[in-house]
């Protein structure tokens, strides 16, 4: 069963850092692509970056260029997502999911990140 679990969000103050850890388990860490979701009370859930381990190749929401970067840890079994010059419009619950399980709508609890201003 692929499972994901997130984690190291919280509450910073606007200009900020966080580092999220997405931990994954139940499929081969070698072959992958993971991303990052958010959604923000009010809001319908967005991609904020994903990961491809095949080529290494990442993608970002304009929203978040410049500020996150997606990186990962095979050893680990790990994807973080570290999370600089955080802007009160980034405070949402950001999830951490496989395109498979995104489109099954099968999600995790996410993590709860809070930036005030």
């Known amino acids: 069963e692929v499972q994901l679990v997130e984690s190291g969000g919280g509450l910073v103050q606007a200009g900020g850092s966080l580092r999220l850890s997405c931990a994954a388990s139940?499929?081969?860490?070698?072959?992958?692509?993971i991303g990052w979701f958010r959604q923000a009370p009010g809001k319908e859930r967005e991609g904020v970056s994903c990961?491809?381990?095949?080529?290494?190749?990442?993608y970002f929401a304009d929203s978040v260029k410049g500020r996150f970067t997606i990186s990962s840890d095979n050893a680990k079994n790990t994807v973080y997502l570290q999370m600089n010059s955080l802007k009160p419009e980034d405070t949402a619950v950001y999830y951490c999911?496989?395109?498979?399980?995104?489109?099954?709508?099968?999600w995790g609890q996410g993590t709860q990140v809070t930036v005030s201003s």
């Open positions: 139940g499929f081969t860490f070698d072959d992958y692509t």
């Open positions: 999911n496989t395109p498979l399980q995104a489109t099954n709508n099968h």
């Open positions: 990961i491809s381990s095949g080529d290494g190749s990442t």
